[in-house]
């Protein structure tokens, strides 16, 4: 199934010559490029059956979105060693997140669900070293996407941060989507459970640009006129009541007698209190 956002749930159909989705409430005609269907999903590390490597942290909702891989070497042993793409996609997203993201790459990948219709998913590939894959690449099952890193300023042990989305819609803006089932895959699950798929050879529609691909480390803040309050643009306080206004300017604090109220009185029997 195709997933654009958290509420929409629907299946691609072409209508004439164009890959109609649905935005939020709206319908429109979303870019796209074909490529192949998926035969099939590997692991991103020791492929195909991530020889070498073990999962060194799982996926669960609400927390950790994806999984840990890491090298039977421990430490920084697998460092540089390279991360393959785990099938025939394209890529989506190649960028520096910066943050505690470094390195990331995502490829969308088609492929046929068990009960014969089309589907889609997003890999992500997290803490990159090197990205060797550019923005709008197609990409084969096994190809090389970039090397295991350490994260922006080598701020953890070197390891691959692996997702599988269901919504098309996330990119890296993660905290605009639940954290749960609806959006995500548990990754070895879903690979193990699409091992073989019957080949195809042929291509297909694949949507693109179905999120957010602007990196917030990156923004400028244009600098924004002064609101124009009155006359030369001075700006004022506004009007209060005379009472209040003396509590402003004395700034008392003279506690209360029964001869003479303080000003906190006379503002509370103001108020009505």
């Known amino acids: 199934m195709l997933l654009l956002t958290p509420s929409c749930r629907l299946l ?17 005609s979303a870019k796209t490029t074909t490529h192949y269907i998926a035969d099939g999903f590997d692991y991103p590390v020791g492929p195909p059956n991530a020889e070498g490597y073990y999962k060194a942290r799982g996926y669960y909702p609400n927390g950790h979105l994806g999984e840990d891989w890491n090298g039977r070497g421990g430490g920084n042993t697998d460092e540089g060693d390279p991360i393959y793409c785990i099938g025939h996609g394209v890529v989506v997203y190649s960028d520096d997140f910066k943050m505690g993201w ?7 990948h088609a492929y046929r669900e068990k009960n014969g219709q089309i589907a889609y998913i997003d ?21 090389k996407v970039g090397t295991m890193g350490r994260g922006p300023h080598n701020m953890y042990y070197a390891h691959l941060h692996f997702e599988i989305r269901k919504n098309l819609a996330v990119g890296m803006n993660r905290s605009d989507f639940k954290r749960d089932y609806s959006v995500y895959h548990s990754p070895t699950h879903f690979i193990e459970k ?33 609101p124009n309050t009155g006359r030369n643009n001075v700006g004022s306080r506004p009007n209060v009541p005379p009472v209040v206004r003396e509590a402003i300017d004395t700034q008392t604090d003279a506690e209360s007698s029964s001869e003479k109220p303080g000003i906190f009185d006379r503002i509370r029997n103001f108020l009505g209190r």
Not at 126 to 142: F, M, Y
């Open 102 to 108: 470094g390195n990331v790459v995502i490829i969308r």
């Open 123 to 143: 890999s992500l590939y997290g803490h990159l070293k090197v990205r060797s894959v550019r923005l709008g690449e197609k990409v084969t099952r096994g190809q």
């Open 12 to 28: 691609p159909t072409l209508v004439a010559g164009a890959f109609c989705v649905c935005v939020g409430m709206e319908t429109g």
């Open 194 to 226: 699409y091992r073989r798929l019957r080949p195809e050879y042929r291509r297909v529609p694949i949507p693109v640009d179905t999120f957010k691909k602007s990196n917030p480390n990156l923004f400028t803040m244009e600098k924004l006129p002064a």
